[in-house]
């Protein structure tokens, strides 16, 4: 009887493309003996101090262990993370998914998925300038993965188990601007779909909303084996810090997208990533950012404390005094709570299609947390519904 393959741990921060990118590197270094990887992230200073945080606890349960870090932390904070005495190197993270990086063979055997849900990287880098943003640095400028490479990703997904599709990127709207006659990223999805027709359940990760091309909005409002749950890449709800940003919609743009969208299929539910206590941002800005969350309806929200990100040109903005800062994103959370609180009733009494984890719980399409009946086995997909909030459904 063979023995059980060695597989490293990876340790993976921050987004959905480097949990993406965790698990090819986990299936490219499968073999390799006593290694930890930290696949660090650098979007906020938090984020920074969570990378250093999770490699002082890496070395402590692996004391003898190779520990390596990548990620845009090991680009950005480069200096600062290769002085730690934990740290046996840094692996450049332009560099992270190609095996010479590593010294390892190109071709490494297969293992098996951690997840669910298969996070299918189809693009990486941005080509945009917002200025509180350092990902660029990190990341480098916009590429896609042509068609016929994301077809093959996905197809390797499914055959080890995963029931859920989810593609992400650093700026996964942008898909395709670098491809043979641009395509837009609604012909990617329109691909997928028509490749797997057994697949269930495409999920996109967050997205800039002026870059919804009318394919993938059709898709959306229409295709059911796309899950309602749209993800906006929003950051704030004010016009003028949202120039100041150097972000390229407006406050109306998203307004517009989310009104045409639940038109067309209501059970939407809307998600947003937002910034509290940007530089110059005064109460009433605050406002307008409490204000999108209700008109929005926004049941997930992704909330960031702005934190100076040296070298941007935020940096150089006046600044919100901290407390205020953690105060404004603490409304901003409260805000989307009461909007939770709102929407998971609407979803009791109807059957719910959920994806089952490892926890005895598991996500419904429009990406709701839903407790599942005993027994029922990871990565299947259950019917539940749910009667009351207490039993069935988590906030």
């Not at 990620?71 to 840094?90: K, N, S, T, Y």
């Not at 993965?145 to 995963?162: M, R, W």
């Not at 404004?328 to 998971?344: F, G, H, N, P």
Request: aromatic letters at 4%; proline letters at 6%; glycine letters at 6%.
């Amino acid at each position: 009887m063979n023995a059980p393959q060695k597989v490293p741990e990876v340790v993976s921060l921050g987004c959905r493309l480097n949990l993406s990118e965790s698990e090819r590197i986990r299936t490219m270094l499968a073999g390799e003996d006593n290694l930890v990887v930290v696949n660090s992230c650098a979007v906020t200073s938090e984020a920074v101090r969570q990378t250093r945080q999770a490699i002082r606890k890496a070395r402590k349960a692996n004391p003898e262990a190779r520990l390596l870090v990548t990620g845009c932390a090991a680009d950005i904070e480069r200096e600062q993370l290769g002085a730690m005495p934990e740290v046996d190197g840094l692996i450049a993270n332009a560099a992270k998914l190609d095996p010479r990086a590593w010294n390892v063979p190109a071709k490494a055997p297969p293992v098996a998925a951690l997840h669910t849900r298969a996070f299918v990287a189809v693009q990486n880098g941005c080509d945009h300038a917002c200025t509180f943003c350092v990902i660029p640095q990190g990341r480098g400028q916009s590429r896609s993965l042509p068609i016929a490479e994301v077809l093959q990703e996905i197809e390797t997904h499914l055959e080890a188990g995963s029931a859920e599709v989810v593609l992400t990127g650093v700026d996964v709207t942008s898909w395709g601007h670098d491809l043979p006659g641009s395509p837009k990223l609604g012909a990617l999805v329109t691909a997928v779909l028509h490749a797997f027709p057994a697949l269930r359940r495409i999920r996109m990760s967050s997205i800039d909303g002026i870059e919804v091309d009318d394919q993938l909005f059709e898709l959306f409002a229409g295709e059911r084996r796309i899950m309602p749950h749209i993800h906006l890449s929003l950051q704030h709800g004010h016009d003028l810090i949202l120039k100041r940003m150097k972000r390229r919609h407006s406050r109306a743009d998203a307004l517009d997208l989310v009104r045409r969208l639940k038109a067309r299929r209501p059970e939407v539910a809307v998600g947003a990533d937002l910034i509290a206590g940007f530089p110059t941002e005064c109460e009433d800005h605050h406002e307008a950012n409490l204000s999108i969350i209700r008109d929005l309806d926004i049941v997930h929200g992704h909330i960031f404390p702005y934190s100076v990100r040296p070298g941007t040109p935020a940096a150089r903005m006046p600044q919100v005094d901290r407390l205020s800062v953690k105060r404004r994103a603490a409304e901003l959370r409260a805000q989307v709570a009461k909007q939770r609180s709102k929407w998971l009733p609407s979803l009791l009494g109807n059957p719910l299609e959920v994806l089952a984890e490892a926890d005895g719980t598991g996500y419904s399409p429009e990406f709701a947390r839903v407790m599942l009946p005993q027994g029922a086995s990871r990565g299947s997909i259950v019917t539940v519904t749910p009667k009351t909030l207490e039993d069935n459904l988590l906030s």
